[in-house]
Nanobody, 125 residues
Framework: QVQLMESGGGSVQAGGSLRLPCAAS?????????MGWFRQAPGKEPEGVVV???????RYADSVKGRFTISQENAKNTLWLQMTSLKPEDTARYYC??????????????????RGQGTQVTVSS
């Protein structure tokens, strides 16, 4: 059974940084067709943040380009999201997601088959 577990969330001031790990079990991260992160703020629709496909290509939301970086540590079956220059509008619950079906990779990570429980990120001004 595939399980994804995020951690590393917390409260930071604007301009700060956080690094979120997503630990995968039941399936090797390098075997997924695509993995990614999405976020959801209270009362808002989910928003795709970043996707990484099995060939290493990445796709970032315009709102996080230049500030967020996705990376994979396959030896530890972990997906990372490095967030810098955080803004109050980045406040949301962040979810890791994955899918083994290549056809899903053109979509948003909140459409993927597997997702974790999320971790809360709060950025104060």
């Amino acid at each position: 059974q595939v399980q994804l577990m995020e951690s590393g969330g917390g409260s930071v001031q604007a301009g700060g940084s956080l690094r979120l790990p997503c630990a995968a079990s039941g399936y090797d991260t390098y075997s997924f067709a695509c993995m990614g992160w999405f976020r959801q703020a209270p009362g808002k629709e989910p928003e795709g943040v970043v996707v990484v496909e099995s060939d290493g290509s990445t796709r970032y939301a315009d709102s996080v380009k230049g500030r967020f970086t996705i990376s994979q540590e396959n030896a530890k079956n972990t997906l990372w999201l490095q967030m810098t220059s955080l803004k109050p509008e980045d406040t949301a619950r962040y979810y890791c997601a994955a899918d083994y079906r290549p056809a899903l990779c053109v979509g948003e990570p909140y459409e993927y088959q597997y997702r974790g429980q999320g971790t809360q990120v709060t950025v104060s001004s």
